[in-house]
């Protein structure tokens, strides 16, 4: 029960902070006043809630529906194998990665189903678009967790955290966490692998919504952004490994470190044509995490 409050409340501190630190990198870089954009997230909040909703011309309404609310079931069940304390976690079984895997190939089904549920081109397009980009990232994670596991010589989270007790897998494995964020961004629908809801399709598989909608829908990538940074946060940080500090103390610093790399990525780094990226994903990004794998094997036979 103890363990299952912790992740209720880290994701709802999650959403928050997250939104915050969205709206202050956007003024930031947009060079507005930054004290402007803590009180941003409540004002969009008030402004989705007073918009009308939008309906298409035969929608799928229950799966419009189900997407936001599978993609917030995903975020939580994700965290549900994150340890927050030496045995504190609401599902310690030894697969813990692979139920995190799981959650991430789910999330390239849930973003098409709220594409597809529109019955619109430009939403159906952008779910079409991110299943493209999607798969190949889930190979990159794959290998990359993979190289987590191999020190621990377990799936389970709670062994991965133990083995980085005298060294981090952030040293151990260098390529291993620049490439895990590679697919935070991807199953956050965020700056250069935001593919899915990208501007240049009017919000893609958000271009037909509007109101509660909208803000359900950016409420569950929120969410999934707090899970993801708590999981890059346990097999590549240490999670709750630390001194003086509580265990859990360290899990919610470390998360909200990932968090702000993520948002600094999100707002400084462009996005590149999905022909471009694609490439890049198979003849680039996935040898480098194949590259870690056999350098994470290397160092676990030293």
Not at 236 to 255: I, N, S
Request: aromatic fraction near 8%.
């Amino acid at each position: 029960m103890t363990a299952l409050i912790a992740v209720l409340l880290l994701l709802a501190a999650g959403v928050w902070f997250g939104a915050t630190v969205d709206a202050v990198a956007e003024a930031a870089v947009a060079g507005r006043p930054v004290r402007t954009a803590l009180a941003a997230p409540f004002r969009r909040t008030a402004l989705m809630l007073s918009r009308q909703a939008i309906e298409t011309e035969h929608p799928d309404t229950l799966n419009h529906l189900l997407a936001p609310a599978c993609y917030l079931v995903l975020a939580a069940a994700g965290l549900s194998v994150v340890p927050f304390a030496p045995g504190v976690a609401v599902t310690d079984i030894a697969t813990g990665l692979v139920l995190w895997g799981a959650c991430e190939a789910l999330v390239v089904v849930v973003v098409f189903l709220n594409g597809w549920s529109a019955n619109a081109p430009l939403p159906l397009i952008g779910g079409y678009r991110y299943v493209a980009i999607g798969l190949p990232a889930m190979l990159i994670s794959m290998f990359v967790l993979i190289g987590t596991a191999l020190p621990a010589q377990s799936l389970g989270v709670s062994a991965v955290v133990e083995s980085q007790r005298v060294l981090i897998n952030a040293v151990r494995q260098p390529l291993g966490l620049p490439l895990f964020l590679l697919l935070g961004l991807s199953i956050t629908l965020r700056g250069p692998f935001n593919y899915g809801d990208s501007a240049d399709l009017v919000g893609g598989t958000q271009a037909e919504v509007a109101g509660v909608q909208r803000l359900l829908w950016r409420g569950a990538k929120l969410a999934m952004l707090t899970a993801f940074s708590a999981m890059a946060a346990t097999v590549f940080l240490g999670g709750y490994l630390g001194p003086v500090l509580p265990g859990p103390a360290w899990l919610v610093l470390k998360t909200a470190l990932v968090m702000l790399m993520l948002v600094a990525i999100t707002h400084l780094v462009a996005r590149v044509p999905p022909a471009r990226m694609l490439t890049w994903l198979w003849t680039v990004l996935l040898p480098l995490s194949f590259v870690d794998l056999v350098w994470a094997g290397l160092e676990a036979m030293r």
